[in-house]
């Protein structure tokens, strides 16, 4: 099984910035392809950022330029730096994880683990 703890949410002004951790457990982290999701009250849950097991990553639109994500695989670990952090970033982000494949599929699609949550907030 593989679980997924994430932390490093809190309250911060825009233009503040935070980090995001995701701790997994589990002994085929590597074989994981890891990303970050985010759902605001009311709205659908989105992809924030995505990363393979062969380290490709793909972003939303509307973080590319602010957001990083990496992975540690020695750590069992994924991170989603957030820079320059906007109200509209606000959200409870979630970590998720599904098993690796040699073809190609959408970033967001077929996660079968995922994290309890943590919960950013952005004010102005």
């Known amino acids: 099984q593989v679980q997924l703890v994430e932390s490093g949410g809190g309250l911060v002004q825009a233009g503040a910035s935070l980090r995001l951790s995701c701790a997994a457990s589990g002994r085929t982290f590597s074989s994981y392809d890891m990303g970050w999701f985010r759902q605001a009250p009311g709205k659908q849950r989105e992809l924030v950022a995505a990363?393979?097991?062969?380290?490709?990553?793909n972003y939303a639109d509307s973080v590319k330029g602010r957001f990083t994500i990496s992975r540690d695989n020695a750590k069992k670990t994924v991170y989603l730096q957030m820079n320059s952090l906007k109200p509209e970033d606000t959200a409870v982000y979630y970590c998720?994880?599904?098993?690796?494949?040699?073809?190609?599929?959408?970033?967001?699609?077929?996660?079968?683990?995922w994290g309890q949550g943590t919960q950013v907030t952005v004010s102005l």
């Open positions: 998720a994880a599904r098993p690796a494949t040699f073809y190609s599929r959408p970033p967001s699609t077929s996660y079968d683990y």
């Open positions: 990363i393979t097991n062969g380290y490709s990553t």
